[in-house]
């Protein structure tokens, strides 16, 4: 488990850490299945990466959102608030990050991303909550305890609103990190032809304790 003072270190990220908490994300998800089959397929896939999360955390993050960060740049979060926890976007930012999408799925890839954006929508809520969009440790300090600490620091703040909070997760292996937290499965699926599984993953509001 990571001490009280790791803990203590995880605070939100300022707009100028973006490239930063990018950066730092793109190495936690390098072997992440469902990232892999959502990029390009080529050797542009690892700038595709960090491009992918430099535009979920420019149109979702800062500003609106939050994310999180520990003062070592060791664990990041983006967590999505319950006033836009549909995640639509109005149509001219749609319009905006498209160029960012064709670079980082390539045009071949567009069908797999609509497929993904298509089948992730279905299982979202529709009551608000509070979205863990993304969650990451520096590879070289997974398995510390950092990750546990961040959700721990960040579901402080959801249940002092008193609000529910969903996620997906891509990886089995997350499964049990994210039941000690309270997430309870909803639903297993594939993104359609040939996505790998995610779990859905619902926590019901609590009252934060004193
Ligand atoms: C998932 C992740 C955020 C967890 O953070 P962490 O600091 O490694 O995890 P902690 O040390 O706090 O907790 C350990 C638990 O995390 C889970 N876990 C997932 N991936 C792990 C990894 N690579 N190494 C160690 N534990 C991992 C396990 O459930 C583990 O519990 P166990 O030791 O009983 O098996 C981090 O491993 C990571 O960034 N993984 C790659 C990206 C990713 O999958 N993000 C989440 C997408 S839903």
């Known amino acids: 488990m990571a001490d009280e003072s790791v803990a203590e270190a995880i605070r939100r990220a300022r707009p100028e850490e973006c490239d930063d908490v990018a950066r730092l994300l793109a190495a936690a998800f390098a072997s992440d299945?469902?990232?892999?089959?959502?990029?390009?397929?080529?050797?542009r896939q690892d700038s595709a990466r960090a491009l992918m999360f430099r535009t979920l955390l420019r149109y979702f993050g800062f500003p609106g959102g939050e994310v999180w960060l520990d003062t070592g740049h060791r664990a990041a979060s983006l967590w999505?608030?319950?006033?836009?926890?549909?995640?639509?976007?109005?149509?001219?930012?749609?319009?905006?990050?498209?160029?960012?999408?064709?670079?980082?799925?390539?045009?071949?890839?567009?069908?797999?991303?609509?497929?993904?954006?298509?089948?992730?929508?279905?299982?979202?809520?529709?009551?608000?909550?509070?979205?863990?969009?993304?969650?990451?440790?520096?590879?070289?300090?997974?398995?510390?305890?950092l990750g546990g600490a961040m959700l721990r620091a960040t579901l402080a703040e959801v249940d002092r609103q008193h609000m529910p909070a969903y996620l997906e997760s891509s990886s089995p292996r997350n499964v049990p990190l994210y039941e000690r937290f309270g997430f309870v499965t909803q639903a297993v699926f594939n993104p359609p032809p040939d996505g790998p599984p995610l779990w859905a993953m619902w926590r019901e509001a609590r009252i934060a304790s004193a």
């Open 80 to 145: 999505v608030p319950p006033a836009r926890s549909d995640l639509k976007l109005p149509w001219w930012q749609e319009l905006a990050l498209f160029p960012a999408i064709i670079r980082a799925v390539s045009v071949t890839g567009l069908k797999r991303m609509d497929a993904f954006r298509a089948a992730v929508g279905r299982h979202h809520p529709k009551a608000p909550h509070w979205y863990l969009m993304t969650l990451g440790v520096d590879p070289a300090m997974q398995g510390k305890g």
């Open 33 to 43: 299945p469902v990232m892999s089959w959502l990029l390009r397929r080529d050797e």
